[in-house]
Structures are given as C-alpha cells and as structure tokens.
C-alpha cells in the first residue's frame, strides 16, 4: 500500500521514509502543501496521508478540508502530524476532515498502529463502495441478458434525443421482437427462451457501432438506439440485426433453434420529431406492421402501408399482445 508522508522536515523525513518502507509501505514524500496536493489529486494517489499541520504553501488543515470536499473514491485516511498538543488544536484537525491525530515526537510502534486503523478504515471504504457500485449495476441491468433494462435504456435514449437536438443531428429508434418466441417457451421450456434471448443480445451487440446502445425493454422485445442515423443508415442497421440474427444457429439440448425478429424503426430528425414518447410510438407501430406482414422483416415507420387492408385490431385503448 502506498503512504504519503507529507512533511517540510528534511530531517524528519529521513527519518521516516525508511521505517515506513521497512514495514513494507511504498512511501511517496511531499516537502511542502502544494506538492502534497499534487499527489492527491492523481488518479492512483495514496490511500493513507501522513500530513503535517505546519507546512509551507498550504497548510495541512487546508489540505484536509479540500480532499473531504472533493469527497473522493477511493477514501483517503488522513493521520495529521503536529507538535500541537492543546485540545482545540485536537478538535480543529478534526473538524478540518482528518481522521486520527498524532502529537511530535511519537512513538514508532504507536505510529504503526495508527496506520493499521488506517488500513482497516479503508478496507472498509472500499468494501462499502464496491457494495454501493454493485447495487447501482443490478438496478440498471438486466440480469439474464446482461443489458440495460428498461428504464436504463430510455434514460439514456432521453439524453440521446437532447443531445441530437442540441446538435440538429438526427436519432433513430429500432424496437426488435424475436419471432414466435412463444412458440420457442412452450416447446422447448423457459430455459431454452432464456437462452433464446441471451444468444439475440449477444448476436446484435457484436453486430452494433461502438457508439449504439441496445437494452432489453421487456419480454422478448429489445430496443436499439442509433445516435446520428437517418432513414437510410438506420434501416440498414435494422436489416443488418435481422439478417444476423436469422443466420445465426443455437443449439438448446440436441435441438438447434433457428431464430427470426422482426424490427421497427423510427428516426427522428426535428424538434417535434425527436420526442421520446412519440418516437417509441412510431417504432412500435412499425414493429406491428413488421408482424402483420409475415415477420423476419424491417419496417420504417415512414414507409407507405401496405395497399390490402390489415386484419380488423383490437378494440381502442387495447395494447395488443405482440408475443412471438
């Protein structure tokens, strides 16, 4: 682990950069405030600080405050150095952010166990945000396919649309539906559908620009959004999914599972068109028209519909069950 020992001492440092690093600490030195703060704003700073109260340039109390403001992950342990031995002086290096307080001249072996404490505060800290960082990724994914979930993905695909208006560059929304994939549940069991959807998301996310997103919206329905797609680049996109995923093979048991989707695309490209709501409308009409005409197909929501009429839909106000 390293060890910063900031200290304006010559003399003192001397003294105990080779006791820190005989007790197997890499030991980096500051000789004054400024350098000292240097070294903590690196992105690998360390994690423990021996910081001396009187300094030149910054003092270490200065120092205190501005590392617990910036509020910093990793956590930074301070242990402050002083030969100020009054009760105040004790009550302001605390209240300043440090974490233990230690008078001149100390005791070397008293020394190592106030860097132990140390060592254990961290562990703790990092524990703790490793904790915090996991429960942040479990609400933003989707556990079987590993993507982001829904309400990930339409929060970014919000961002998305305001950055496309700030920059007057179009978006384009693509929602992807794996084809009788009912069909593939009640056959096969759920443990073939998940392994159905796992095997689209991986087929489609090694198929997408660096820069597109894909998220399981629900069920057996994916979105992708295409930053700076028109029409054109966006429909070729979308047909490049379908095909891949139509000639990939999945083998589930001794079954190998050919699988299909059918995809709806809507670009938006003006103010009034880059509305969120509107655009995952307009997608997901397409999506239907997609079905309607005999899936493993993409729709715009821009092309002309077909001239026969399409089968008589569910009463106003019914969502359709677009399953399989």
């Known amino acids: 682990m390293k060890i910063l020992l900031a200290e304006d001492s010559g003399v003192v440092r001397l003294l105990l950069q080779p006791i820190l690093s005989g007790w197997g600490y890499e030991v980096v030195t500051a000789e004054d405030g400024e350098q000292a703060w240097r070294v903590l704003q690196e992105p690998e700073c360390p994690r423990i600080v021996l910081l001396d109260w009187m300094m030149p340039g910054l003092d270490g109390l200065e120092i205190c405050r501005r590392v617990r403001q910036a509020a910093r992950e990793p956590y930074v342990y301070i242990i402050l150095l002083t030969g100020k031995d009054q009760h105040d002086d004790m009550v302001r290096g605390l209240e300043a952010g440090a974490d233990d307080y230690l008078k001149k ?58 950055r496309s208006r700030r920059s007057g560059s179009p978006c384009a929304v693509a929602f992807v539906d794996l084809d009788d994939f009912k069909a593939v549940n009640d056959a096969r069991g759920h443990a073939a559908g998940d392994a159905v959807l796992r095997h689209a998301a991986t087929v489609m996310g090694s198929d997408l620009r660096p820069y597109d997103l894909l998220g399981r919206y629900g069920g057996d329905e994916f979105i992708v959004i295409l930053p700076g797609c028109d029409a054109p680049g966006a429909r070729s996109t979308a047909d490049r999914l379908r095909a891949s995923i139509a000639a990939s093979r999945l083998t589930v048991g001794r079954k190998v599972l050919a699988v299909t989707c059918s995809v709806g695309v809507a670009v938006g490209t003006t103010e009034a068109t880059l509305d969120r709501d509107g655009l995952l409308a307009a997608a997901d009409t397409a999506l239907y028209r997609a079905k309607d005409a005999g899936r493993n197909r993409v729709v715009m929501a821009d092309d002309a519909p077909p001239a026969t009429p399409a089968k008589p839909g569910p009463p106003a106000g019914r969502r359709r069950r677009r399953r399989g």
């Open 105 to 162: 001249p100390f005791d070397n072996a008293e020394l190592l166990a106030r860097i132990h404490a140390g060592q254990r505060i961290v562990a703790v800290h990092g524990e703790m945000s490793a904790a915090r960082e996991a429960l942040r990724e479990q609400a933003a994914t989707d556990p079987l396919t590993g993507l982001p979930n829904r309400r990930t993905i339409l929060q970014t695909l919000d961002r998305e649309l305001e």
